[in-house]
């Protein structure tokens, strides 16, 4: 089944002079429990196909369907809600400074109409490796990487199968990258999610992605499997120079 199905997105921000084409005719597709990067440059419009899936970006044109059915313009429901979440780069500006990880999560749960929410939420902390310490700790008394667990904790918290993931380790020590990249990959497998992931670095794409969409300038240059960027079969100049520059 095709989970994420995007077919010639435009998006765009501003009038007049300030308008920009941030998006040009994008189109790809995320089959159920595969793992997709956007990858690019900074400004080549990774995070406005997020923002536009969930509804940030109002300015777009084309079509946008989950699990098969079209979105439409404005704000996103909670049926939405209920089958994607996201995890963002920064977990300190996600999560609210004066709720502790146990209002986060239990607040969360309740909204989708979970019961037994005490022991629910000991699961879910327990799911993302976070000992049962930390359940009444604010988000300022977390690091980094403990506090884009609970970001974790809380997309799963509901029955969403489909996350979207913005540079989720880009905002992390070097050490803390790798070990929240490999939850994630568990994670996945685990409860068979489908994951949508934006990076500006290819390395964490190599490690995450199953396939991969390469942006330049708001468009896709060219869509290929992991496997193929590795065996250095990217057909685009773009896309080998991307991976001249780092090792996959
Ligand atoms: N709110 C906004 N208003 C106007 N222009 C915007 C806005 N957000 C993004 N843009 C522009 O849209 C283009 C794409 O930006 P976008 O953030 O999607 O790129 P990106 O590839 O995700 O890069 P980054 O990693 O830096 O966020 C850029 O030219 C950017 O300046």
Redesign the pocket.
């Known amino acids: 089944m095709t989970m994420i199905t995007i077919n010639g997105l435009n998006v765009w921000?501003?009038d007049g002079r300030d308008h920009?084409d941030?998006v040009k005719n994008a189109s790809f597709e995320v089959a159920a429990g595969e793992s997709f990067g956007l990858v690019?440059e900074?400004?080549?419009?990774?995070?406005?196909i997020l923002r536009a899936i969930t509804g940030l970006a109002p300015n777009w044109s084309g079509t946008i369907s989950i699990e098969g059915k079209q979105l439409s313009h404005g704000k996103r429901d909670r049926e939405f809600y209920r089958r994607v979440q996201m995890v963002f780069q920064d977990p300190y500006a996600s999560l609210h400074p004066r709720h502790t990880v146990d209002q986060v999560l239990s607040e969360t749960l309740d909204l989708n109409g979970i019961t037994g929410i005490d022991q629910r939420v000991s699961r879910l902390l327990d799911g993302v490796g976070l000992d049962g310490k930390f359940r009444f700790r604010y988000p300022h008394q977390l690091s980094g990487g403990q506090r884009q667990r609970v970001a974790i904790a809380r997309a799963l918290a509901g029955e969403a199968n489909i996350i979207l993931l913005d540079?989720p380790t880009s905002a992390l020590d070097v050490s803390v990258q790798a070990e929240i990249l490999n939850l994630l990959t568990d994670l996945r497998e685990e409860h068979n999610l489908t994951y949508l992931m934006?990076s500006?670095d290819l390395p964490v794409i190599g490690h995450m992605c199953d396939r991969l969409a390469v942006?330049k300038d708001?468009e896709i240059v060219e869509t290929l499997t992991v496997d193929s960027l590795r065996a250095m079969r990217a057909q685009h100049e773009y896309s080998r120079s991307l991976l001249k520059a780092s090792i996959v």
């Open positions: 921000y501003g920009v941030a690019g900074s400004g080549s419009g990774k995070s406005t540079e934006v500006h942006m708001g």
